[in-house]
């Protein structure tokens, strides 16, 4: 029998019916070729995955770096040690006048005990009302005065950059430092019943040396206070440089009494 018209064939057997198609006549393996050509072209690649998304940290404001201050601690420090500090923080922002004068009464303490115990001869005692009127200066004085000193300037000069972190430890040098000094020598030598003249001889005999050394001593304690340090914790960094400080002040104010006469003659 003979094959079907249009039929590829091979040794008798049918391989592939062909369909002719009108006005193909001229090319019947047109199609063919056009389906093998089509079938051999490559396939386009997948279309790329969609990004993934990032989540952006967010850098903590001032409101909340106690908070992430408080964290890190509790990383590196434990539970203990994260507890105590979240709950410094949390009083410093509750409560920031008294736990910044607790704080400056606790170190005006220990730095006179300190000062005392260098300075006293084997047979002496402590003075312990010296040490109460210490605790009284930072209690009344010290605390409250770093409190408004510290955010007066952070308003004056809000920027934490080396120009303004500069004007600042100026104004600290030139205006609070001799106000406060003369407060101090003020505050004690009152408590310890000098008169007037009296307190103004002391003046003249110790606030000079007493200032010239703070420009040895706060320069830097300033620069990485007032650069580094977010503004509430300012008065507590400056509280802690100043347990050095406070050992020799409280030795100054410990001196005696200074001649009234040689003071007026001067």
Known sequence: MAP???ALHAGGRHLLPLRRVPGAAAQPWSHVRSHLISSSKPRPPPPPPPPVSVPVPVLPSSSSSSAAFAQHAGRRGGAVGSGVVAWY????????VLTKSVTAAAIFTVADLSSQMITLGSEDSLDLVRTMRMASYG???SGPSLHLWFNFISKLLPKQDV???FKKMFLGQAVYGPIINSVFFSYNAGLQGETMPEIIARLKRDLIPTIKSGLIYWPLCDFITFKFIPVHLQPLVSNSFSFLWTIYITYMASLKKADVNVATSS
């Open 4 to 6: 079907a018209a249009g």
């Open 139 to 141: 209690l009344l004085i």
């Open 89 to 96: 923080l949390g009083s410093i922002e509750a409560r920031p």
């Open 163 to 165: 120009v303004n972190t």
